[in-house]
């Protein structure tokens, strides 16, 4: 059988196209594609009305299987465990809102988080379905991270990104570096690592720029500012790591350690510290800075 394919959807839903088969319900596809999801969980879910067609209208637990027929599922974690750490706002009007993510909460929901996201909490709080993240942040690392209130300006500010209209600054605290002079430029090519959710750097052409300097020493470790010309997956862990000097408290670089656990005592000390752009729609230079501060 095929494989099902997936799209994002509103209200943070994720929607299935019921791939070829011979089954006889919806429940029954969908029991059969999500394994890991119980019968008994697709029905608990589809009677709580968190199983919609293709207009939003709750499935029957009857529902015919057809080809291609689009439904849309809210992902749901059992027993999903409390983050406790509590994000700020630091700005909010009809079409941006500026949050201050602690370390340890993700973003958006991936694997057992859900509920416990900054996106969820966000919804929440401000009771706006429409918050969609304009870019992404590592769980572990902590600051600033932009999000659209409003889907009709949502393009606008996409767009700062990829056309590198928005400056990036972070700060990082590792070891002393006093055999390199500073500031420098490192520049490198990303690729997948081992296990699938590392990076690496690899041979061929450059894909990641990073300006380095030191804004402050402490013995044998200094606070570094980071500033990332690209946005690649953990480009500041592994362009640090590559100048020998992996940023404190990471558990994935230089190497990965096994059965770690969320230590609150002991984040990893990587913030997104500020940002600032000229904003497409009023055209006002904006500047926001976190307030979160890394403990030596």
């Known amino acids: 059988m095929s494989t099902p394919m997936f799209s994002a959807a509103h209200n943070q839903a ?26 008994e969980q697709w029905l608990d879910r589809i009677a709580r009305g968190r199983v919609l ?14 080809e291609g027929l689009r439904v849309h599922y809210f992902r749901e974690v059992p027993d999903e465990k409390y983050i406790p750490v509590e994000e700020a706002i ?12 602690p370390h340890f909460l993700p973003v958006t929901p991936a694997g ?15 009771d706006n379905p429409h ?18 209130a409003d889907p009709r300006s949502r393009s606008a500010y996409q767009a700062l ?9 972070y700060e990082a605290i590792a070891r002393a570096l006093p055999q390199l002079s500073f500031p420098l430029v490192h520049k490198s090519r990303l690729v997948d690592g081992e296990p699938f959710f590392r990076m690496q750097e690899g041979p061929g052409v ?15 470790l200094w606070r570094y500012g980071l500033y990332p010309v690209t946005g690649k997956k953990h480009q ?61």
């Open 14 to 39: 994720s929607t299935l196209y019921l791939p070829p088969g011979s089954w006889v319900t919806v429940l029954d596809c969908l029991c059969e594609h999500f394994s890991a999801i119980s019968r």
């Open 53 to 66: 067609d293709a207009h939003g209208q709750p499935i029957a637990f009857d529902l015919a299987y057809k």
């Open 90 to 101: 630091l700005f909010a009007d009809e079409h941006l809102v500026v949050a201050d993510k």
């Open 112 to 126: 057992e988080y859900v509920e416990q996201t900054l996106l969820r909490r966000l919804i929440r709080r401000l």
């Open 131 to 148: 918050l969609v993240p304009l870019h992404r942040i590592d769980r572990h690392t902590a600051g600033l991270v932009l999000f659209s």
């Open 161 to 169: 990104f990829p056309t590198r209209q928005i400056d990036k600054h």
């Open 206 to 220: 450059v894909n990641t720029e990073t300006v380095v300097e030191v804004l402050e020493k402490n013995g044998e």
């Open 236 to 296: 500041l862990r592994v362009h640090m790591t590559a100048l020998g000097a992996s940023i404190c408290n990471d558990p994935f670089y230089p190497h990965v350690v096994k059965d770690a656990v969320d230590d609150y005592d002991h984040p990893l000390k990587l913030l997104a510290k500020g940002l600032h752009f000229t904003d497409p729609l009023s055209g006002l230079e904006r500047t926001f800075e976190s307030r979160i501060k890394l403990a030596w």
